[in-house]
Structure formats: structure tokens, C-alpha cells
T-cell receptor, first 113, second 116 residues
Framework: GNSVTQMEGPVTLSEEAFLTINCTYT??????LFWYVQYPGEGLQLLLK?????DKGSNKGFEATYRKETTSFHLEKGSVQVSDSAVYFC????????????FGAGTRLFVKA | GAVVSQHPSWVICKSGTSVKIECRSL??????MFWYRQFPKQSLMLMAT?????????EQGVEKDKFLINHASLTLSTLTVTSAHPEDSSFYIC????????????FGPGTRLTVL
């Protein structure tokens, strides 16, 4: 089946620390991969995406590379800010006779000043 | 950017009553809208896919008679939880895709339903 597994949170970091949130997937076929972010009190927003193997998605200093060999799409940022505190969701989108998005459980990030 | 709103943002109701949640795309036309349910500290679970002018497609295990979905226009979809019970208490989130786009979804802020 199709599924997404991401590291459990919460993750607590100090400002300017390096961030990695792990995400692995299983899929029948060739999915597109996404990271969404949910700030407190707001809806999910697309952070970045990659549509094929070896593609790198990037936005706002965040990056993730589509690794088909390890079925992973880990999120990284070199220097986090307090404003990055949010919940991050890894997701895949696949055509099962109609496109469907499957989400990971979400990882809450707290960044301390 | 594309904005999706939900109303109400939270609702408390008595067991046995019905509750309607609205999802609107404010500045774009959405041929497809999705309804998700999110339990505490868990992922979003897709409940149904709603295409404007046609019947919604429900995911396995989702009762279509209990969760009525109507997508009457390109900017509005509604989810009605009928004869609500405490186990229906959850966070309901909708998303919308732009007409002609299958890859990008815009999410509403969610509706917290509490059934007493």
C-alpha cells in the first residue's frame, strides 16, 4: 500500500541550529512528494515539493531531495528561526484512478530564542 | 495566493443533531475539494473527494450516509455530519485544487467539532 512515516516529535531546537526531519514512504508507483507546514491557528501550506527521483525541492531555506533508492524525502534547514516553529507534514500524492494525497503524522518543531 | 476558508472554526453540538461545515475557495475556482479528518497527534485521513456537480467519492470505511458532502458550485463544498455522536468529535479539514491542476492543494484552517 501507500504510506508515509515521519519522525515523531516534538523536536526542540535553539535558534540557528540545523534541522532534519526524517520522512520515508512506501508507494505503488511513482508518487510526487511534498512537505506541508501548519503554523498555529492556520491551515496547511505547501512548503516544497519534488515530482521525480533526485529532484530537490526548496523554499524559505528548507530543502528536501527525492531519494528513490532509500524511499526518503528528509526535510532540512541549515539555520532555524523562532518563526519556523510549526507542525511539518510529509506527504505523497499518487494517482490511484484519481489523485490522492497521503500524509505522515506530522512533526511539531519548537525553536527557542 | 489561493485562500480556502472554513466555517465554523469550531462547533459544539448535542448527540443526535446534525452539523454542517462549509468550505469555500475565496479567490479561485476549485473543481475538486477534499475532506480530511484529523485525530489528535495523528495524520490527516482523507474522507472523500468532491467534484463540482457530481457525487463525492468516499474512502473505504467512511459512511456516506453519515458524512454528506455537497459540492454545488466551484467555490463551495459542504460536509454535513448527520446524527452526530461523541466519536465523531474531531478536527475536519478541507482542501481545494485549482481547476486544471492536480498537484497543488490549498487547505482550509479546519473546523473543530465536539459532540457532547
Amino acid at each position: 500500500g501507500n504510506s508515509v512515516t515521519q519522525m515523531e516529535g516534538p523536536v526542540t531546537l535553539s535558534e540557528e541550529a540545523f534541522l532534519t526531519i526524517n520522512c520515508t514512504y512506501t508507494a505503488t508507483g511513482y508518487p510526487s512528494l511534498f512537505w506541508y507546514v501548519q503554523y498555529p491557528g492556520e491551515g496547511l501550506q505547501l512548503l516544497l515539493k519534488a515530482t521525480k527521483a533526485d529532484d530537490k525541492g526548496s523554499n524559505k531555506g528548507f530543502e528536501a531531495t527525492y531519494r528513490k533508492e532509500t524511499t526518503s524525502f528528509h526535510l532540512e534547514k541549515g539555520s532555524v528561526q523562532v518563526s519556523d516553529s510549526a507542525v511539518y507534514f510529509c506527504a505523497l500524492r499518487i494517482d490511484t484512478g484519481g489523485f490522492k494525497t497521503i500524509f505522515g503524522a506530522g512533526t511539531r518543531l519548537f525553536v527557542k530564542a | 495566493g489561493a485562500v480556502v476558508s472554513q466555517h465554523p472554526s469550531w462547533v459544539i453540538c448535542k448527540s443526535g443533531t446534525s452539523v454542517k461545515i462549509e468550505c469555500r475557495s475565496l479567490d479561485f475556482q476549485a473543481t475538486t475539494m477534499f475532506w480530511y479528518r484529523q485525530f489528535p497527534k495523528q495524520s490527516l485521513m482523507l474522507m472523500a473527494t468532491s467534484n463540482e456537480g457530481s457525487k463525492a467519492t468516499y474512502e473505504q470505511g467512511v459512511e456516506k450516509d453519515k458524512f454528506l458532502i455537497n459540492h454545488a458550485s466551484l467555490t463551495l463544498s459542504t460536509l454535513t455530519v448527520t446524527s452526530a455522536h461523541p466519536e465523531d468529535s474531531s478536527f475536519y479539514i478541507c482542501s481545494a485544487s485549482l481547476a486544471g491542476s492536480t498537484d497543488t492543494q490549498y487547505f482550509g484552517p479546519g473546523t473543530r467539532l465536539t459532540v457532547l
